[in-house]
């Protein structure tokens, strides 16, 4: 992890100071505003305010910050984003269950704020209700700022301090690591001895999918595939069996074809979504292979109909993950079964790492501190 943000006992400094800082969007294709804002409190009993500890910034927050969802998201201005948030509980309400959650405990907030009783959540999605609000992707304001209030305790995981668990390395599992872990476990049954699974783009989704392939799908060969050297040679460490450089190989088929003698890729994670990596995915499946998208890049799906049917190929989305994949996330990290490819930022150089995002130059992901 590369960080140089002293954080030590950062819990118990509390000044009770009652103001707020926080990095807001107040216009779209704007910088984003570093202000002072007023300390969320309590107003209903199921509540938590948690002093924000990390917060990973997502691309989402890009397509956000950009203004490209303002159709899609209605979300009055203006909002603090970040969906991707750990911290330390600060303060609980009155109905929140005595003995779960104490002052100082180190959370992970699960982002898919769901209504708690519609068919998806009582099946386990409420990252899928149809009611569901997401920390600073909705009109709750997110984590890039020093407090965040979470609607429900039912929404937090707590990680006990034993683990040693950073918060730096906690956060980005709430999505970049839960989001490919959804993807890859759609998909596992099909990747027995003889088989692949590529995972395009290695960012902060796919530098835990490659690990995920491995863990989940340990008899299938992992080929990580991006148009960045320095991308892929993080892949390779981080297990992936081959490599394919998009902007080395003249015909991604043939290429692909090569690698997987004649048989073509079972199983796709796209984490990039752009319409050319579904058009490439399309083009490299194999028979009965299954695309799975999970990246929000492009507008389209755009395959093409006739070569799909005749191969029986699929085309899969997944939305972010559920609560208890985010359990089973932790779990592993717990374990030390992932690495986490993590690089902090101050909360006052949002904007600086935001630049470095867009421009495809954050390694795994960027966590925002507050300071
Ligand atoms: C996108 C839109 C809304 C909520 C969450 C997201 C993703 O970042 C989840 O992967
Ligand atoms: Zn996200």
């Known amino acids: 992890m590369t960080s140089n943000i002293d954080r ?26 570093i202000e002072k804002i007023a300390k969320p409190s309590i107003t209903s009993g199921q509540q938590v305010l948690v002093k924000v500890a990390a917060s990973g910034l997502c691309h989402s ?20 984003p970040g969906h991707e948030v750990a911290g330390w509980v600060e303060e609980v309400g009155d109905s929140v269950p005595q003995g779960i959650l104490d002052k100082g405990d180190l959370v992970a907030i699960f982002g898919g704020w769901g209504c708690g009783v519609c068919f998806h959540c009582k099946g ?68 027995g001895p003889g088989t692949s699974i590529a995972v395009v783009g290695i960012g902060g989704l796919g530098t835990y999918g490659v690990q995920y392939a491995k863990i989940l799908a340990p008899n299938s060969n992992t080929i990580a595939i991006d148009h960045s050297d320095a991308k892929l040679q993080l892949a390779e460490k981080l297990g992936a069996d081959r490599t394919l450089n998009l902007k080395e ?33 399309a083009r490299i499946l194999s028979k009965s292979g299954v695309l799975v998208v999970v990246g929000l890049f492009g507008n389209q799906i755009g395959i ?14 997944s939305f972010w993950g559920n609560y ?14 992932i690495k986490q490819i993590v690089r902090a930022f101050s909360l006052n150089a949002i904007n600086e790492a935001i630049g470095l995002l867009r421009s495809g130059e954050v390694e795994g992901r960027a966590i925002i501190v507050p300071e």
């Open 324 to 337: 208890n994949e985010l359990c089973e996330v932790i779990e592993l990290a717990k374990q030390c079964k």
């Open 249 to 281: 190989c003249q015909d991604i088929k043939s290429e692909i074809f090569k690698i997987t003698e004649e048989k073509g890729v079972n199983a796709i994670i796209d984490c990039v979504g752009a319409e050319e990596t579904i058009r490439d995915s």
């Open 124 to 191: 386990g999605d409420e990252q899928l209700c149809k009611f569901a609000t997401w920390p600073g992707l909705s009109s709750f304001d997110g984590g890039f700022s020093e407090y965040i209030l979470v609607p429900s305790y039912r929404f937090l995981i707590k990680v006990d301090k034993k683990y040693r668990l950073k918060p730096e390395e906690l956060a980005p599992l709430t999505d970049a690591g839960l989001t490919p872990y959804r993807a890859i476990k759609k998909v596992r049954h099909l990747l």
């Open 8 to 33: 030590s006992n950062k819990a118990a400094n509390d000044t009770g100071d009652s103001s707020n800082k926080a990095a807001r969007i107040h216009k779209y294709q704007n910088p984003l505003t």
């Open 304 to 317: 093409p109909l006739s070569s799909s049917v005749f191969n029986e190929n699929q085309v899969q989305c």
């Open 61 to 80: 927050d890009l397509h956000l910050i950009n203004g490209e969802w303002k159709d899609m998201l209605t979300i009055p201005l203006p909002i603090t």
